[in-house]
T-cell receptor
Framework: GNSVTQMEGPVTLSEEAFLTINCTYT??????LFWYVQYPGEGLQLLLK?????DKGSNKGFEATYRKETTSFHLEKGSVQVSDSAVYFC?????????FGKGTTLSVSS | EAGVAQSPRYKIIEKRQSVAFWCNPI?????LYWYQQILGQGPKLLIQ????????DSQLPKDRFSAERLKGVDSTLKIQPAKLEDSAVYLC??????????????FGEGSRLTVL
């Protein structure tokens, strides 16, 4: 069946460090891929998406590239800020329902 | 634009009691979802509505969970009787017409249920 696996957290970084959160997926067909973020005390919100192979999604300095050959959609940011502290969820859509990974908690200190 | 509204934010009940959660989606959003998020896990879809019809309820434990979306606007999720393993955050989300397939969902802040 369809599933998403993302790296275990928590991830703890200093401000301005480079961030990578790994995400791999299993799916039949050609899913769309997403990163959602949940800031403390807020609801889940879409961070970025990619709908086909080799697409790059980007938003707020975050990027992720849809790699069909490695079935991956890793999230990266060149220089994290304290305000990026949140829980990040990788997800796929194979049809209409989103399937989420378990989430990775990011904590950034100044 | 008002976001997805959910209530109550927190609820504590004893096992075998019943509970109901309410959701009001963003105006004009035809598709409404209920997700269950157990601590340490990602959200899991319970049920999806398109207007007032059910699109997918394959993962809804129908012996104890029920949901309705009368008039195609707000929705209620009920659990009766509750079990300890139902302790979770219940997330409501909505999406505008034709974007549901693209995974762009708008989530409420969730209703946290604790079953003792």
């Amino acid at each position: 069946g369809n599933s998403v696996t993302q790296m275990e957290g928590p991830v703890t970084l200093s401000e301005e460090a480079f961030l990578t959160i790994n995400c791999t997926y299993t799916a039949t067909g050609y899913p769309s891929l997403f990163w959602y973020v949940q800031y403390p005390g807020e609801g889940l919100q879409l961070l970025l998406k990619a709908t086909k192979a080799d697409d790059k999604g980007s938003n707020k300095g975050f990027e992720a590239t849809y790699r069909k050959e490695t079935t991956s959609f890793h999230l990266e940011k060149g220089s994290v800020q304290v305000s990026d502290s949140a829980v990040y969820f990788c997800a796929l859509s194979a049809g209409t329902a989103l399937i989420f990974g378990k989430g990775t908690t990011l904590s950034v200190s100044s | 634009e008002a976001g997805v509204a959910q209530s109550p934010r927190y609820k504590i009940i004893e096992k075998r009691q019943s509970v109901a959660f309410w959701c009001n989606p963003i105006s004009g959003h035809a598709t409404l979802y209920w997700y269950q998020q157990i601590l340490g896990q990602g959200p899991k879809l319970l049920i999806q509505f398109q207007n007032n019809g059910v699109v997918d309820d394959s993962q809804l434990p129908k012996d104890r969970f029920s949901a309705e979306r009368l008039k195609g606007v707000d929705s209620t999720l009920k659990i009766q009787p509750a079990k300890l393993e139902d302790s979770a955050v219940y997330l409501c989300a909505s999406s505008p017409p034709r974007s549901g397939n693209m995974g762009e969902l708008f989530f409420g802040e969730g209703s946290r249920l604790t079953v003792l």
